[in-house]
């Protein structure tokens, strides 16, 4: 899922050529981001683009030859006039007046250009790694592959790539070798698939016809100096030491010549934009507030001892499991301290456990980009790729964390948890520098597992992302002032993270504090379950089975099947009484009905109905199964297919517990849902008791910070 | 000891009436002139802003007419706001310097307003820190003081009620102990009260009669704010006894400028509250320039 949409899109036609745009409409300066094509298109901002969106109104659009332009052949069709040609007409498409225009390596050369021929377009230039003749030295590895550009070579291999015939037979071995010398930066592994991927969209008859163009209209030294001459405009160079398609100096050169601004780098390469969005997103915006912000603006500032202490408290929006244990933790920290305001940041569906409780939600919660959504979206079946789809989600966490970065900017905050709020606690490390505040991390697992379906290569990303993670806490100890383990060290899988790496255990004894589980509610004692069995209207008699799925929307087909299985059951089990819960996010009118079967949607504080029922049916979630086990119930549970943290972390931890029945969703037909259902329905059980003391114990931790 | 030293120390003289002033960080591009205030208290309340600005810019302060090195003048007429201004356009020309960003705090705001106003080349930019601008009622403790100014106080006054012309000649000193507790309305500012109480006992009851005395009419405050046409900054303290947040609030608004609100801050926040202060007014300074 993408973590922002246009207001409108369209086509531009310009000489025959369909040109696609984009426009994120809002007030402020235009901001018009065009991206080097044909190698890649507008997706190589989707970093940039949900923040600055929220700021400026925003133009972008994919070159021709890839995305969702046109695809025109030929060198003619490829030239520095035509692509100067589309910014044109996609600025006169958009609306656009005058714009600060953003262009990345060579497409700046087009910028400029533009700059130069219609000033009164442009209010000022963002220039990042850019390519432009004669500024700055190229690196020498273009001028040899160029020398035998034309060539048949025997066996090419490295910078020889770069060869019509190589890009024209087999475009995926040149583009996979030139990102891989580009992501200089460890631990690359997505923004390489990204890059790869969009490059793959043009053809290698196109990118080497484009190549071709850039000899048909070369300028002289002189007419390229008369060029430079002619701007006048404020620029921002941002460039990586490492580049290695631009070498720093043509960014310095630009930058010189200009008389602008420069920001290096240092150990970055190509791909800023894709590698240091955080950086390069503030850069931009505090050049063009610099150059046209507002003057009237307000500031409130308070005096240190007049602040009230306060925190933000981040809380994972996937699934509503964390805001239950996060409301109980908040609850143990006002015992201790009572003056301490707490603001929440956060998303549907945790806003509605939010606000039934009275908490403060933070007015910024409304410009997230959904995570819920993107993992909802990312399920299929009774299947979540959780590793992947994290993965997948980078874009929406780079623009939830820009968010939350002017959150505690702005809020005085003095202390910060993030209940396994990726985004802050990877980009805290990237970003070192914009810590703010104490900060607190807290999870119940640590460390990605690969599924056996991912093979190797599957082995080897979640090793490089387990790597970094081990990397950014040993380099930056002081980004987590407090780590917080939801359970015991009994409860970590045993495992390793990876080749080479340290078993998970022993590295998380050593870096983290262990809370207990935190349930976040008592479970009833055996004199009161009748009561609220009755409040729930559950005759005695009655077997109970409660079907949920919990809060991610993931889950309708586990529903469905549950259900179709629910006469067969009731056949066998006259007193059987199914309540399905839908959850927050499907639509209870979606599923099918019975006689005897209840079909509810989101129910507050569920909690009471899994403590009280005689057979839970649910998924492999951690929140769910372990209030199961707090409350003693029987339960069969369905891992989601591909799942890491199900069908690994979730099940050993409940192995420990000796609690719930594991369920195989593709393997077990109606009748042995049934059959289960029959057996398992009021057995009485007797699981290795859950703590109850665990909200405390984490409330005790994190109040030493404030 | 001082922090940072001036670079360069003199004096101009105005018509027989000298007055000292200093530069400090001369070698450097951009000019910031702090501007002299109610002359109670001299050029030294600067002394947080000085080196750190100095460091960036060239920094111009001088002793307004009655106190510091400055003469301690009785006349009335050298204490009005276009005086004040025609003194600090004489101290930028002595040092060679055509125009400046102009930071005026508390009465320092009238002067400074009417230095841009008149001489717009000469500011690029004002920034107005607790501006005594009467754009609003002041708070009632205060208003009050105006009509017995000029009577005799009662015995045992106390309060406001020390804003008395005869109190002040006859207890100088205990006046001016109770109007620094109001202008620092921070708990622990015992140094800021100590320090002020220093500078104002430098000077005298005359002095500050003279500067009563400066003769009228009035400026239209909000005709020249609006008409101001160089960038401006107002920082004003919410716990400002002297001059009411509102009044800031106004002169940004009308000078279509930003605003700074100090939280829980007094009257003199560039004293109590000197690093956000002294950022505010880098990051004016640094806009103006761009």
């Known amino acids: ?706 | 000891m001082r922090a940072r030293y001036p670079d360069i120390e003199g004096h101009v003289d105005r018509h027989g009436l000298k007055l000292g002033y200093e530069v400090f960080g001369a070698a450097n591009q951009r000019t910031v002139l702090l501007m002299p205030t109610w002359t109670i208290i001299h050029s030294r309340f600067w002394k947080m802003q000085v080196p750190y600005l100095a460091r960036r810019y060239r920094v111009i302060t001088y002793d307004g007419p009655g106190n510091g090195r400055s003469d301690r003048v009785t006349d009335p007429a050298r204490y009005t706001p276009g005086a004040y201004a025609s003194d600090a356009v004489a101290v930028l020309d002595e040092c060679g310097v055509e125009s400046a960003v102009v930071v005026g705090m508390s009465l320092g705001a009238r002067y400074g307003t009417t230095l841009a106003a008149q001489e717009p080349h000469r500011v690029a930019g004002l920034a107005l820190i607790g501006p005594a601008l009467p754009l609003t009622p002041p708070s009632p403790e205060r208003e009050a003081i105006f009509d017995s100014f000029r009577l005799p106080y009662p015995e045992n006054v106390t309060g406001w009620g020390k804003y008395n012309l005869a109190y002040w000649h006859d207890h100088y000193a205990d006046f001016v102990e109770f109007f620094f507790s109001q202008c620092f309305s921070e708990p622990h500012s015992t140094k800021a009260i100590e320090d002020s109480v220093g500078w104002a006992l430098e000077t005298n009851s005359r002095v500050l009669e003279a500067e009563e005395n400066r003769p009228g009419p009035e400026d239209d405050w909000g005709e020249l704010l609006t008409r101001l046409r160089c960038p401006t900054l107002v920082i004003h303290g919410t716990h400002d006894r002297i001059q009411p947040h509102e009044r800031g609030r106004v002169a940004a608004q009308l000078s279509n400028g930003r605003l700074l609100s100090m939280e829980a801050s007094g009257h003199i926040p560039n004293v109590r509250d000197p690093v956000k202060v002294n950022l505010a007014l880098r990051d004016f300074v640094e806009r103006v320039a761009s």
């Open chain 1, 1 to 706: 899922m993408r973590a922002a949409t246009p207001t409108r899109a369209g086509t531009v036609g310009h000489e025959d050529v369909e040109i696609f745009y984009e426009v994120y409409e809002n007030g402020g300066p235009t901001l018009l981001l065009v991206p080097p094509s044909p190698i890649t298109h507008s997706r190589i901002f989707k970093a940039q683009i949900p923040y600055l969106a929220r700021h400026y109104r925003v133009v972008t659009f994919d070159g021709r030859g890839t995305g969702r332009s046109g695809r025109p052949t030929g060198r003619d069709m490829h030239t520095r006039a035509q692509n100067v040609g589309d910014i044109l007409a996609v600025a006169d498409a958009a609306g656009v007046e005058e714009a600060i225009v953003i262009a990345h390596c060579h497409a700046n050369w087009w910028a400029v250009d533009f700059a130069s021929s219609h000033p009164e377009r442009v209010a000022g230039l963002v220039a990042i790694d850019p390519g432009i003749p004669y500024l700055g030295k190229p690196h020498e590895h273009w001028a040899e592959a160029g020398a035998t550009w034309n060539e048949a070579l025997d066996n090419p291999s490295g910078w020889q790539l770069f060869n019509r015939n190589v890009i024209t037979g087999d475009l995926e071995r040149w583009v996979s070798f030139f990102f891989d010398a580009q992501l200089v930066e460890k631990h690359s592994t997505k923004q390489f698939e990204d890059a790869v991927g969009w490059a793959l969209e043009t053809t290698g008859e196109i990118l080497a016809d484009s190549e071709e163009a850039q000899d048909l209209d070369p300028p002289t030294r002189e007419e390229f100096q008369d060029l430079v001459d002619s701007l006048d405009l404020p620029v921002l160079v941002i460039h990586g030491d490492q580049d290695v398609c631009q070498h720093v100096d043509k960014g310095l050169g630009l930058a010189t010549a200009t008389e602008g601004e420069l920001k290096v780098i240092e150990g970055g390469g190509h791909l800023a934009l894709a590698r240091d969005p955080v950086k390069v997103n503030r850069a931009i915006k505090t050049f063009v507030d610099t150059k046209w912000g507002k003057d009237m603006s307000t500031e409130t500032w308070t005096r240190g001892l007049s602040r009230p202490k306060r925190a933000l408290y981040v809380s994972s929006p996937i699934g509503l499991g964390h805001a239950r244990r996060d409301l109980a933790i908040v609850e143990e920290l006002k015992k201790i301290q009572p003056d301490l305001q707490v603001d929440w940041l956060a998303q549907d569906p945790v806003t509605r456990v939010l606000e039934s409780a009275g908490e403060a939600i933070h007015p910024a919660s409304e410009w997230l980009a959904s995570e819920s959504g993107h993992i909802a979206s990312e399920s299929s079946g009774h299947d979540l790729h959780c590793f992947q789809a994290l993965r997948r989600m980078d874009e929406i966490l780079v623009a939830n964390f820009m968010i939350f970065q002017e959150v505690v900017d702005a809020g005085n905050y003095d202390l910060i948890v993030g209940d396994e709020a990726w985004d802050i606690d990877h980009y805290w490390h990237e970003n070192p520098e914009l810590k703010r505040g104490s900060h607190v991390w807290m999870t119940d697992f640590v460390g990605y597992m690969p599924m056996p379906e991912g093979g190797d290569h599957e082995a080897y990303l979640t090793a490089d992302y387990n790597a970094e993670m081990i990397e950014h806490i040993a380099r930056y100890p002081r980004i987590r002032d407090r780590a917080i383990f939801v359970g015991n060290p009994d409860d970590i899988y045993p495992e390793t993270f990876g080749p080479d790496l340290p078993k998970i255990r022993d590295w998380t004894e050593d870096h983290f504090d262990f809370a207990g589980y935190i349930t976040g509610f008592t479970p009833p004692g055996p004199d009161e379950v009748d009561s609220i069995r009755d409040d729930l209207g559950f005759a005695p008699h009655e077997k109970v089975c409660v079907v949920t799925v919990g809060g991610s929307g993931v889950g309708q087909d586990l529903l469905n099947k549950v259900i179709a299985s629910f006469p067969l059951a009731k056949a066998q089990l006259p007193e059987l009484r199914m309540v399905a819960v839908a959850g927050p996010r499907i639509d209870p009118d979606s599923l099918p009905s019975h006689p005897g079967l209840e079909v509810l949607g989101y129910v507050d504080r569920l909690y009471r109905h899994l403590s009280v029922c005689d057979l839970a049916i649910v998924q492999g979630g951690l929140t769910t199964t372990m209030e199961l086990t707090a409350a003693s119930r029987p339960f069969l549970y369905f891992p989601l297919k591909n799942h890491f943290e199900q069908n690994y972390h979730v099940r050993y931890r409940l192995d420990q517990h000796g609690a719930g029945t594991a369920m195989d969703y593709d393997a077990i037909d109606l009748d042995g849902i049934a059959e289960a259902i029959t057996s398992e329905a009021g057995r009485s059980v007797n699981y290795r008791p859950v703590e109850t003391d665990g909200a405390q114990r984490a409330a005790r931790m994190i109040a030493e910070l404030i």
